[in-house]
């Protein structure tokens, strides 16, 4: 997706400067595969944390959100797009089948938000 | 008939918080209810050295990154640093070898910018006794914003260093056997350097807290987590501080030397792994000395005290402070290592500035060949203390042998005996207070350790303490944090 205004940042894992970024953001989708949940994927607001944990290997989006809230005074809403995937304890290279489809079906999802930036409209089914 | 000795008591806490990975830690007591020995237990499985054998040798320096995701890059250096020999590619090109130690010293300042700030920073700034929810980075925060904010855009300017010279913030491909694949554009060269005085500057004021914090606290850190250690780093021929490539030096608590210049191609003649059966992390030891006398300590406060100077003008005066003001070197208190990791924060600063007006780094000339080995091995200070990477390789391309020793398993028995220190001072009875459990992580903290880099697996981050009797009875339990609290 090569959309005008939008960021695009892949990461292994969050991170303190996460929320740097997304202080210089209007809105964040936190995208990730989720090990459990909706199929094909849920969607839903990510709330700053009041009262966020942080370590170096664990960090959650609620927790980047606040503390690009606290340090940055970030505005920016924050939302999650939770893909579902299945084999995550087998080694490979490649997504499972069910997977791909989930990937594809988030992919159809988010680009038309992303495209009109249109995450205030009331026309967004969260799926969770 | 015999009568059995009665078992010691134990007394457990696990995991351990603001760390990295999962470890628990057992107090065990004698007859008379004195602490007979504490051990931090590192629970997770090991198993990369496993993972890796078969892979084509060219992916291991991609591959290993996924060890941990806190110090990919210092994997990627190690592992690429056995692979140049591998290839018969070690004499780097100059622009090979700046763009890697840059990617190094990004990764320097990032992590120790991210543990000091994000990870210490609440104990020296509230103190060990305050309350666990105020003492963590939510806290610094609130009450110390700026310092925070210093925090997170040192790391950022770190992980920035690291995407223009790895290609990835997070496991790069950057360095490949025998040289770099991209140099370094002027464009990305003039945004560093715009932002450069700035790093520097908050390093500074970072340094100038952990330096005051230990001269305030001196009597206390004395007797807290400190005893005689051997030391262990890299050092450079000339006896400098060098954090990419040098030779092994080791020095007794006294500074007299035990071995010095060695080419780490040989570290097994120097040093040996022990296995103890309630631990899946080694306890490597100076040969020569065996394993009762041979452990030793690695990473900052181990380089500090090992080399004979630092070769950057600010870190270097620095440095003559530190071991000036805590009368003279070695400096075995643990907690000292907060001190010399901000010594070597400036010292990260200051080489990243250096580098980056070093034309070299538009250089074009990438990549070296040479004759083809069987065998090498790829050391570096990592953040965290000197990493071991060792490869054998077959004649299809394929590793057949792999040996790690990773920082965290240097200071393993360091790691134990500031636990065993703390509990000897601060345990009274057999009530685990909340003054104990904090000191204990504090002196464990002081070692920056990544129990999952030490195991190679990753891990939950809570604390569970219990205590538990001679008959195994559960007298007491206490849970803090993440996990630990959804009982």
């Not at chain 2, 005085?197 to 807290?209: C, F």
């Not at chain 2, 005066?317 to 071991?323: P, Y």
């Not at chain 2, 060792?390 to 005996?417: A, F, G, K, W």
């Not at chain 2, 008959?471 to 996990?483: F, I, P, T, V, Y």
């Amino acid at each position: 997706m090569a959309i005008p205004g939008v960021t695009v940042d892949a990461d292994y894992q969050l991170s303190i400067e996460t929320a740097a970024a997304v202080a210089q953001h209007e809105y964040v989708v936190f995208a990730d595969a989720s090990v459990a949940g909706p199929e094909p994927f849920a969607f839903y607001p990510v709330h700053p944390a009041a009262q966020g944990t942080f370590s170096t290997h664990l960090i959650e989006p609620e927790d980047v959100m606040g503390m690009a809230r606290d340090l940055f005074q970030a505005k920016a809403k924050g939302y999650a797009l939770a893909i579902r995937g299945y084999a995550f304890h087998d080694f490979g290279e490649t997504l499972s089948d069910k997977a791909l489809q989930n990937l594809a079906a988030g992919l159809e999802f988010i680009a038309p938000l992303l495209q009109d930036c249109a995450f205030d409209t009331a026309s967004i089914q969260y799926v969770r | 008939m015999a009568i059995a000795a009665p078992a010691p008591r134990k007394i457990i806490i696990e995991p351990v918080t603001r760390v990295e990975g999962h470890g628990k830690v057992t107090i065990l007591l004698d007859e008379k209810k004195q602490v007979q020995q504490a051990r931090l237990h590192i629970v997770e499985f090991r198993g990369f050295e496993r993972f890796i054998q078969g892979r084509p040798f060219w992916e291991v320096p991609v591959l290993v990154q996924r060890l941990c995701g806190i110090c990919p890059v210092s994997h990627h250096l190690a592992a690429v640093k056995a692979m140049d020999r591998i290839v018969g590619g070690e004499n780097l090109t100059p622009t090979a070898e700046k763009m890697r130690r840059l990617m190094h010293y990004g990764q320097m300042l990032q992590s120790h910018a991210l543990h000091f700030f994000h990870l210490v920073s609440p104990d020296l700034l509230f103190g060990f006794d305050a309350d666990p929810t105020i003492r963590n980075v939510i806290g610094v925060a609130k009450r110390f914003p700026d310092l925070a904010v210093q925090g997170v855009m040192l790391r950022k300017y770190g992980q920035e260093i690291i995407k223009a010279t790895a290609g990835k913030k997070i496991h790069g491909t950057g360095a490949i056997p025998g040289g770099i694949n991209k140099n370094l554009s002027i464009a990305e060269r003039d945004g560093f350097l715009k932002d450069i005085e700035q790093m520097l500057t908050w390093s500074h004021g970072a340094l100038k807290i952990a330096r005051d914090y230990t001269l305030e606290h001196v009597k206390d850190l004395a007797g807290f987590g400190t005893f005689d250690s051997n030391h262990v780093s890299l050092i450079r021929a000339d006896g400098a501080m060098d954090l990419y490539h040098g030779n092994l030096r080791a020095i007794d608590p006294r500074g007299k030397s035990i071995f010095d210049q060695v080419d780490y191609q040989r570290y097994f003649d120097y040093v040996a792994e022990e296995v103890k059966p309630w631990s899946y992390m080694k306890f490597p030891f100076i040969k020569s000395l065996g394993p009762e006398q041979g452990w030793y300590r690695v990473g900052p406060l181990a380089r500090v005290n090992a080399c004979d100077f630092i070769d950057t003008k600010e870190a270097e005066a620095a440095r003559q402070e530190f071991v000036k003001l805590l009368g003279g070197k070695p400096v075995n208190v643990s907690m000292a290592y907060h001190w010399a990791r901000m010594v070597e924060l400036v010292h990260s600063a200051e080489k990243i500035r250096d580098l980056l007006h070093d034309p070299d780094l538009q250089g074009t000339d990438l990549l070296v060949t040479g004759v083809r080995r069987r065998e090498a091995v790829g050391l570096i200070e990592a953040p965290r203390g000197t990493l071991f990477h060792h490869y054998e390789v077959n004649e299809h391309d394929q590793v057949v042998r792999c040996n790690l020793i990773v920082s965290t398993t240097n200071n393993n028995t360091p790691m134990n005996r500031a636990v065993e220190d703390v509990a000897r001072n601060f345990l009274s009875g057999t009530e685990i207070t909340e003054g104990l459990l904090n000191r204990i992580e504090v002196a464990i903290r002081a070692y920056d350790p990544c129990l999952s880099c030490a195991t190679h697996a990753m891990g939950q981050m809570a604390l569970i303490v219990e205590v538990v009797d001679c008959d195994g009875r559960l007298l007491d339990r206490k849970a803090r944090g993440g996990g630990a609290d959804a009982e």
